[in-house]
């Protein structure tokens, strides 16, 4: 089966600029998870969506993430505007629960100079 | 929230060694998961192993859970198994998946 796609790899961007991200998770996987990885850590859930409705958002710092889930399929994070500690790996994950657990993808390195 | 211990932090092994790293966690649960994040950050799912052991090639794990604790066993290591090993768990089915801080393998050769 095709793995969790995101794009772009990488990003640069300045402080106080805009940047978002495009997840595809696996066919047929309801629920799609957003992480951040800080470079020597693990990583840190964002966002959680079960379809297109989000399950957990408790970690997403609301005053300048969003998260979108169209159509229960595809998912976007956006970070508006960026600070220097934005930077980081930001990871896609979807499961199908109880089964095979999480598959991530290869993520996006941020880095907000 | 739950909490997931890994030891050793850092490991240095000659290439064909043998090794154990350990993952515990303070209560019970639903999921848990070992990955390899390899140097370009790519996390690859090793383990699906809420208990019980299971083997794949050099690699095998125990998870026991009645007593909050899982194995991860490589066995005459290469150095292609370099990189951060991590431990993951869910406490219940549906919420999030919980990392530990990861042991950093570097194999020599």
């Known amino acids: 089966e095709a793995g969790v796609a995101q794009s772009p790899r990488y990003k640069i961007i300045e402080k106080r600029q805009s940047v978002a991200f495009w997840c595809n998770p696996i066919s047929g996987h309801a629920t799609l998870y957003w992480y951040q990885q800080i470079l020597g850590q693990g990583p840190k859930l964002l966002i959680q969506f079960q379809n297109n409705g989000v399950v957990d958002d408790s970690q997403l710092p609301k005053d300048r993430f969003s998260a979108e889930r169209l159509k229960g399929v595809d998912s976007t994070l956006k970070i508006q505007p960026a600070k220097l500690e934005d930077s980081a790996v930001y990871l896609c994950?979807?499961?199908?629960?109880?089964?095979?657990?999480?598959?991530f993808g290869s993520g996006t390195r941020l880095t907000v100079v | 929230g739950i909490q997931v211990e890994q030891s050793p932090p850092d490991l240095i092994l000659q290439e064909g060694a043998n090794s154990t790293l350990r993952c515990n966690f303070s209560?019970?649960?639903?999921?848990l998961q070992w990955f390899h994040q390899n140097p370009w950050g790519q996390l690859i799912n090793l383990f699906y192993?809420?208990?019980g052991t299971k083997q794949n090639g050099r690699l095998s794990a125990t998870t026991v859970a009645t007593e909050r604790y899982s194995l991860l066993y490589i066995s005459s290591s290469q150095t292609t198994d370099s990189g951060v090993y991590f431990c993951?768990?869910?406490?219940?089915?549906?919420?999030?998946?919980?990392f530990g801080e990861g042991t950093q393998l570097t194999v020599n050769p």
């Open positions: 994950a979807s499961s199908l629960q109880r089964v095979s657990g999480y598959t």
């Open positions: 209560d019970s649960v639903n999921n």
């Open positions: 993951a768990v869910e406490k219940t089915s549906g919420s999030r998946l919980t």
């Open positions: 192993i809420p208990s």
